[in-house]
């Protein structure tokens, strides 16, 4: 049997029978004629859709002389933080505290012990926006209530389903033509398609890394907007071909 390769390097076809997990956790091979060309192909399809969520991380930083202080002032400004997203209309399975802490703050000196010159209290909260037109207007409201840390945004899809099989059918079709291509360059045709694996998928941005700046307030600052454009929508395929 001959065997063309596209973009991976093809695996010695074992045993005739149907691709499935043996009793050892072995993958078994799909059938293969005893004549012909394997051709293995890899494909990506790829769609578009604009984000409907934006998850957004917000918190409060709270600085004092003792631990206790800290986290009062800071359990305070957090409820007010809290209290203005239920306003906002934000649902309570849309909020998750995503970090708590305390940690001593230290001065540091040539040859000295550091001391201990206060303690600063954490707490953060995950936000998942679903209608991201108004999601920087929340977010201004919470800088008004207390908030020192932002986040984001994520931007991504509630629903990926159908645009994630816009690209599994996109995929097909160009591993497909690319398979048609190599078959017409070797003077053979497409039979059919032997096996198809998924190797992944993305339906939106990935979570943002929590780098946290630090805010401040201002009644004449400008709104918060947030835009959320288009994002790719896609699905890497491996498409294993019979030719003849």
């Known amino acids: 049997m001959k065997l063309l390769a596209t973009a991976l390097v093809l695996a010695t076809v074992p045993l005739a029978g149907a691709s499935a997990q043996g009793i050892s956790g072995q993958t078994v091979e799909p059938m293969i004629p005893a004549s012909g060309t394997v051709l293995d192909v890899s494909a990506t399809g790829r769609t578009t859709r604009v984000p409907d969520v934006a998850t957004i991380r917000s918190g409060v930083v709270t600085q004092s002389a003792t631990a206790a202080a800290a986290l009062a002032e800071n359990a305070d400004r957090m409820g007010r933080v809290l209290a203005a997203l239920k306003k906002a209309g934000v649902a309570p ?124 307030a201002s009644a004449d600052s400008a709104p918060t907007q947030i835009v959320s454009g288009e994002t790719d929508v896609t699905v890497s395929l491996n498409v294993r071909f019979l030719l003849k």
């Open 93 to 216: 399975r849309d909020i998750a505290t995503a970090n708590v802490s305390l940690s001593p703050q230290y001065r540091y000196e040539n040859n000295v012990p550091p001391v201990i010159t206060g303690y600063q209290a954490s707490n953060s909260v995950s936000v998942r926006f679903r209608d991201v037109a108004k999601s920087g207007a929340i977010l201004d409201a919470l800088v008004k209530q207390g908030a020192n840390q932002i986040d984001g945004p994520s931007l991504s899809l509630d629903n990926p389903d159908a645009a994630l099989d816009e690209a599994r059918v996109s995929a097909v079709k160009i591993a497909r033509a690319r398979a048609e291509t190599y078959a017409k360059a070797a003077g053979m045709s497409v039979v059919r398609i032997i096996s198809i694996g998924e190797n992944g998928e993305n339906a939106g941005s990935p979570p943002a890394m929590p780098q946290f700046r630090m805010l401040k």
